[in-house]
C-alpha cells in the first residue's frame, strides 16, 4: 500500500493550495481519510478528516471554515483545499487512511500512512 500525496508548496498569507492524496494498493472506498500536520518542533496533529463515503467530514478548530477535505471514490483520490492560508499553516501535511473510523482525531486509529508534502506559507 502507497499513499502518495501531493500538491504543497510555497505561497503567501491569504493564498490557496490543494492537497491531493491518491492510494495504490488499497480499497479506498472502504477506508476513512484524514490529514494531519507537522511543524518543525511540533506534535503530529490532526486536520481534517472524511467518512467512508465522503459525505461527513470532519475539522480541527484551527482550519475549520478554511479548509475543504473531499473523498472521490471512483477518482480514488483524496483533496484538502486550504484558502485563506496563515503562516501558523506551515508544515508538513501527511494523508491517512483508517479501515475502521474509530477515532478520526487520533493518528493511531490509522492503519496507512503518505510520505507527506510540504506546505510554507509566507508572511
Known amino acids: 500500500v502507497q499513499l502518495q500525496a501531493s500538491g504543497g508548496g510555497l505561497v503567501q498569507a491569504g493564498g490557496s493550495l490543494r492537497l491531493s492524496c491518491a492510494p495504490s494498493?488499497?480499497?479506498?472506498?472502504?477506508?476513512?481519510m484524514g490529514w494531519f500536520r507537522q511543524a518543525p518542533g511540533k506534535e503530529r496533529e490532526f486536520v481534517a478528516a472524511?467518512?467512508?463515503?465522503?459525505?461527513?467530514?470532519y475539522y480541527s478548530d484551527s482550519v475549520k471554515g478554511r479548509f475543504t477535505i473531499s473523498k472521490n471514490n471512483v477518482e480514488n483520490t483524496m483533496y484538502l483545499q486550504m484558502n485563506s492560508l496563515k503562516p501558523e499553516d506551515t508544515a508538513v501535511y501527511y494523508c491517512?487512511?483508517?479501515?475502521?473510523?474509530?477515532?478520526?482525531?487520533?493518528?493511531?486509529?490509522?492503519?496507512?500512512w503518505g510520505q507527506g508534502t510540504q506546505v510554507t506559507v509566507s508572511s
Open positions: 472524511v467518512s467512508v463515503s465522503g459525505i461527513n467530514t
Open positions: 491517512a487512511a483508517d479501515r475502521y473510523g474509530t477515532d478520526y482525531t487520533n493518528a493511531n486509529s490509522y492503519d496507512y
Open positions: 494498493g488499497l480499497a479506498f472506498g472502504i477506508y476513512s
